[in-house]
């Protein structure tokens, strides 16, 4: 058993010693391609991790020789599971305080390194280079070792390389984000070209909400906001918002006013109601709007109170402070009962 675990270790050693000396190979080699203070970096973490290696094989070794007699007890199989189990563990647990020892240091470039070429964790790398914002090079791993386009697109982006996260967004198929850049660099024929696009395809999904804020927020067209908020109006694609939010963009009291006027006059009666609680809204915002927003109401319940007598109820919302009203609309509720029971 005792042999076994020796065994172990003395591969492990001779195992690392080969690696070592490739790594020299390669550190030697890399002086023809970097500069020499990239090199000693390179050659400064090795030496580093190769002194935590070893302290780790000879701190179990000398736990091993003190176990010895009990490791008898318990057979070989498990002491050499628990040997290679310990080592690997506590070598690990040394790369993750080297990688947290360079962090406290603000050296985030000798952390991301630890993390992608000790620990083969490369988001945990990618994510380090940009928390410390090496956005450049974090935007490749996430690119070459991850394939994420996402995480790239918005390390390219803290980066000012626009151009990289458009190439990028196109290829997500992002339009709203791709006109937003677009609009950074001042670029606003692209700008408004992927807009429109993004502004079609809402419409067509019957998002007229939000097609009008990309046309009023992006595009600053006002008026092309409006168009197609009274579209979704008038064809009954979310009819209530697009009203509300109609009326909403209109900041003139006496044109307010005068819309909703107008466009009472065009409303079917189907759609009456809807207008109603679009009234609601209206009647709250302004004083001057009360006479306007009171009367329209009290004809569209006059209208519809003998298929709906529940209607009735709506007569509060236009007459807050008048308790009087409260009380016909119980008389008016009581009577019609009776009239029902009769």
Same mark, same amino acid.
């Given at each position: 058993?005792?042999?076994?675990?020796?065994?172990?270790?003395?591969?492990?050693?001779?195992? *690392?010693?080969?690696?070592?000396?490739?790594?020299?190979?390669?550190?030697?080699?890399?002086?023809? =391609?970097?500069?020499?203070?990239?090199?000693?970096?390179?050659?400064?973490?090795?030496?580093?991790?190769?002194?935590?290696?070893?302290?780790?094989?000879?701190?179990?070794?000398?736990?091993?020789?003190?176990?010895?007699?009990? $490791?008898?007890?318990?057979?070989?199989?498990?002491?050499?599971?628990?040997? +290679?189990?310990?080592?690997?563990?506590?070598?690990? %647990?040394?790369?993750? +305080?080297? $990688?947290?020892?360079?962090?406290?240091?603000?050296?985030?470039?000798? $952390?991301?390194?630890?993390?992608?070429?000790?620990?083969?964790?490369?988001?945990?790398?990618?994510?380090?280079?940009?928390?410390?914002?090496?956005?450049?090079?974090?935007?490749?791993?996430?690119?070459?070792?991850?394939?994420?386009?996402?995480?790239?697109?918005?390390?390219?982006?803290?980066?000012?390389?626009?151009?990289?996260?458009?190439?990028?967004?196109?290829?997500?198929?992002?339009?709203?984000?791709?006109?937003?850049?677009?609009?950074?660099?001042?670029?606003?024929?692209?700008?408004?070209?992927?807009?429109?696009?993004?502004?079609?395809?809402?419409?067509?999904?019957?998002?007229?909400?939000?097609?009008?804020?990309?046309?009023?927020?992006?595009?600053?067209?006002?008026?092309?906001?409006?168009?197609?908020?009274?579209?979704?109006?008038?064809?009954?694609?979310?009819?209530?918002?697009?009203?509300?939010?109609?009326?909403?963009?209109?900041?003139?009291? /006496?044109?307010? +006013?005068?819309?909703? /006027?107008?466009?009472?006059?065009?409303?079917?009666? =189907?759609?009456?109601?809807?207008?109603?609680?679009?009234?609601?809204?209206?009647?709250?915002?302004?004083?001057?709007?009360?006479?306007?927003?009171?009367?329209?109401?009290?004809?569209?319940?006059?209208?519809?109170?003998?298929?709906? %007598?529940?209607?009735?109820?709506?007569?509060?919302?236009?007459?807050?402070?008048?308790?009087?009203?409260?009380?016909?609309?119980?008389?008016?509720?009581?009577?019609?009962?009776?009239? *029902?029971?009769?």
């Amino acid at each position: 058993m005792m042999m076994n675990k020796q065994k172990f270790i003395d591969k492990f050693i001779a195992a *690392f010693m080969l690696l070592a000396l490739f790594k020299v190979i390669g550190i030697v080699t890399q002086l023809f =391609h970097e500069s020499f203070w990239s090199v000693v970096g390179t050659l400064g973490i090795f030496l580093i991790v190769a002194f935590i290696i070893l302290l780790v094989i000879t701190s179990l070794k000398d736990k091993e020789q003190n176990n010895r007699n009990s $490791a008898g007890r318990k057979g070989s199989g498990s002491s050499s599971f628990y040997l +290679e189990n310990s080592l690997f563990d506590r070598i690990r %647990s040394k790369y993750e +305080e080297l $990688a947290e020892k360079y962090i406290a240091e603000n050296d985030y470039k000798k $952390a991301a390194r630890v993390y992608m070429n000790l620990l083969q964790d490369n988001y945990r790398g990618a994510k380090t280079l940009e928390n410390g914002g090496f956005y450049n090079e974090a935007a490749v791993v996430y690119l070459k070792k991850l394939n994420n386009k996402s995480d790239a697109a918005t390390c390219y982006e803290k980066a000012k390389q626009y151009k990289k996260a458009i190439d990028l967004y196109k290829e997500m198929e992002q339009k709203e984000k791709v006109g937003d850049l677009y609009k950074e660099i001042n670029d606003l024929k692209n700008a408004h070209h992927y807009y429109q696009i993004v502004a079609d395809d809402y419409t067509i999904n019957n998002q007229m909400v939000k097609a009008s804020l990309v046309y009023r927020k992006k595009m600053e067209k006002a008026e092309e906001a409006q168009k197609v908020l009274l579209k979704g109006w008038e064809e009954d694609r979310d009819a209530f918002n697009c009203l509300n939010n109609y009326f909403a963009n209109i900041f003139d009291v /006496k044109k307010l +006013e005068f819309e909703i /006027k107008h466009l009472y006059q065009k409303t079917p009666t =189907h759609k009456k109601i809807t207008y109603l609680e679009a009234l609601k809204y209206e009647f709250k915002k302004d004083p001057e709007l009360h006479t306007v927003t009171r009367n329209i109401a009290y004809e569209i319940i006059a209208e519809k109170v003998a298929t709906r %007598s529940e209607i009735v109820n709506e007569l509060k919302y236009f007459n807050p402070d008048d308790e009087v009203i409260l009380k016909d609309i119980s008389r008016f509720k009581t009577g019609r009962n009776k009239m *029902f029971r009769n």
